[in-house]
């Protein structure tokens, strides 16, 4: 099984850079075999051929989301390629959704997409995260492992193997 773990986001607008530092944390950690992370910052447009032409069966991006609740709070959001805007070519601008939309146009199959997203507090010019935002790193990074735990359980129950404990 292969899976992409993709921090998404603006470093120079405070919260925004989340998904950064997420991916980040990730990368100094051990994860299971066919499991990749990278930072995609503000290159949605890489993303959006990633998802379609990268083999991957899962994508797991990792992004704010402003949905209402405290800074802070952690989300597992299961969108859809075409579900978001109409795609533009303005990178510093391309939300999750739009890379799932253009995505959507590019005529690949994405496989399964999921967003962790957390709710910002700050997202004006800055490389700081807010407080309540910066303490979501670990936790998100935690959950994104989660994910990435049950979709390969998930996998190999699909298939009829038993998992390999090394």
């Known amino acids: 099984m292969r899976i992409l773990v993709a921090g998404v986001g603006n470093v120079f607008l405070g919260d925004d850079g989340f998904g950064v530092a997420v991916a980040r944390y990730l990368a100094g950690t051990e994860l299971p075999r066919g499991v990749v992370v990278t930072d995609f910052g503000i290159r949605g447009v890489h993303l959006a051929y ?44 391309m939300t999750p959704e739009t890379v799932l939309a253009l995505a959507g146009t590019l005529g690949g199959e994405t496989g399964r997409v999921l967003l962790v997203g957390c709710e910002p507090a700050d997202l004006s010019p800055g490389m700081e995260l807010s407080e309540p935002v910066a303490a979501a790193v670990a936790p ?12 390969i359980t998930s996998a190999l129950a699909g298939t009829g193997r038993k998992e390999k404990r090394s």
């Open 140 to 151: 998100a990074a935690r959950l994104v492992g989660e994910l990435i735990g049950e979709q």
């Open 50 to 93: 990633e998802l379609t032409g990268g083999g991957h069966d899962v994508a797991i991006l990792v992004d704010t989301v402003a949905r209402g609740g405290p800074p802070g709070t952690l989300y597992v959001i299961e969108p859809r390629p075409g579900d978001g805007p109409a795609p533009f070519l303005d990178a510093h601008a």
